[in-house]
């Protein structure tokens, strides 16, 4: 019976870095397989590292492992992939047609939407609703 040799186990903080990212907007989960889509950053990365990765519009989770990498490449392959259902807008007030709140991931948050245009960002759940409602009553007079 083979077994495992006590110099082979070792602390997985001493031997891989853990990453965490959040792909700018509108980048589909296939673009991050890109090898060239890492190379502004890929000179971090080394083989047995794990990426982590959240859309800032909440539509997909997935989870990455660097294969290889050199200073303009990261190799990686797909360890998990998750679509989300994206959390829905919540309506303005009457006034404000057009206006809603919405989860845009974990950098900027609970933003305040006016169609596609981001008037306010980086809030709460309810900090946006009552900004929102604060900008109706301005807005109205």
Known sequence: MTQL??????FAEHERNLWFVVPEFGTPFDALLDPGYWAHVAAKFK??????VNSEDGSYY??????DAGKLYAKVAKLEYVELDKVEVLQGTPALTGHGIKWRGPQLRWCVLRGTDVLKDGMTKEGAQQWLNEYGKTVAA
């Open 47 to 52: 083989p047995c590292d794990e990426i982590t």
């Open 62 to 67: 997935g989870r990455l492992l660097v294969q």
């Open 5 to 10: 040799q006590p110099a082979r186990l070792k």
